[in-house]
């Protein structure tokens, strides 16, 4: 039996599931760095490394799931394997892309956040009973150490972010291609199972 023809797809129809589904994980990305450019800010700077745990462990986790639901939404209609992995791995990679940028984003908005609202709030006036023979900063007002202490987190956060979301990006993919193919098996299965109810039933007619 003839299989029936692939329905056409439109780019709109991958573009616009990715997008749904990024949309909550860039705002989840971007409340987790937020918490982890928060921690880098404020002192003592040893509990930096606790802010960064969630996301480090819980963002591959999460693209990789959203890369996969999405993929389920993007082949739903298609029975071909190659086609569907291919498709599969494209939604994917768009789902991680646009989060990937809706994250660098909000991440963008947060440091203009930090900058211009955030900072202006502290003190700048030192600490009372700093010596200043110990450290050149132990007399540094918090407002002064934070915009000092931008040099060092800036660099380190947007760093580990990109770098993050290169894997990040690549385990949605992943996901999408894997889901693709077993959603293409799966309608193949049920598409032969289709067909040998049909044989049966008209073998069981001509007896």
Same mark, same amino acid.
């Given at each position: 039996?003839?299989?029936?023809?692939?329905?056409?797809?439109?780019?709109?129809?991958?573009?616009?599931?990715?997008?749904?589904?990024? *949309?909550?994980?860039?705002?989840?990305?971007?409340?987790?760095?937020?918490?982890?450019?928060?921690? !880098?800010?404020?002192?003592? #700077?040893?509990? @930096?490394?606790?802010?960064?745990?969630?996301?480090?462990?819980?963002?591959?986790?999460?693209?990789?799931?959203?890369?996969?639901?999405?993929? #389920?939404?993007?082949?739903?209609?298609?029975?071909?394997?190659?086609?569907?992995?291919?498709?599969?791995?494209?939604?994917?990679?768009?789902?991680?892309?646009?989060?990937?940028?809706?994250? #660098? !984003?909000?991440?963008?908005? *947060?440091?203009? @956040?930090?900058?211009? @609202? @955030?900072?202006?709030?502290?003190?700048?006036?030192?600490?009372?009973? !700093?010596?200043?023979?110990?450290?050149? #900063?132990? !007399?540094?007002?918090?407002?002064?150490?934070?915009?000092?202490?931008?040099?060092?987190?800036?660099?380190?956060?947007?760093?580990?972010?990109?770098?993050?979301?290169?894997?990040?990006?690549?385990?949605?993919?992943?996901?999408?291609?894997?889901?693709?193919?077993?959603?293409?098996?799966?309608?193949?299965?049920?598409?032969?199972?289709?067909?040998?109810?049909?044989?049966?039933?008209?073998?069981?007619?001509?007896?």
């Amino acid at each position: 039996m003839i299989a029936p023809p692939l329905p056409p797809h439109s780019r709109m129809s991958l573009i616009l599931p990715a997008l749904c589904f990024a *949309l909550p994980l860039a705002l989840a990305q971007g409340s987790m760095m937020g918490v982890f450019f928060g921690l !880098c800010l404020i002192p003592p #700077l040893h509990p @930096w490394f606790i802010g960064m745990l969630p996301w480090l462990f819980g963002m591959p986790i999460g693209f990789a799931l959203t890369g996969g639901v999405c993929s #389920l939404r993007t082949t739903r209609h298609t029975s071909d394997e190659t086609i569907s992995q291919k498709r599969g791995r494209l939604s994917g990679f768009l789902t991680g892309l646009f989060s990937s940028l809706l994250g #660098l !984003c909000a991440l963008v908005l *947060l440091f203009v @956040w930090y900058t211009n @609202w @955030w900072i202006p709030t502290l003190s700048d006036q030192p600490f009372p009973g !700093c010596v200043l023979h110990v450290t050149p #900063l132990s !007399c540094m007002s918090p407002q002064l150490g934070a915009r000092w202490s931008l040099i060092a987190v800036v660099p380190s956060v947007f760093g580990a972010f990109l770098l993050g979301n290169i894997f990040f990006v690549f385990f949605a993919s992943q996901s999408g291609a894997l889901i693709g193919r077993l959603r293409a098996r799966q309608a193949l299965e049920r598409r032969f199972k289709e067909e040998r109810g049909i044989l049966v039933i008209e073998a069981d007619r001509r007896r």
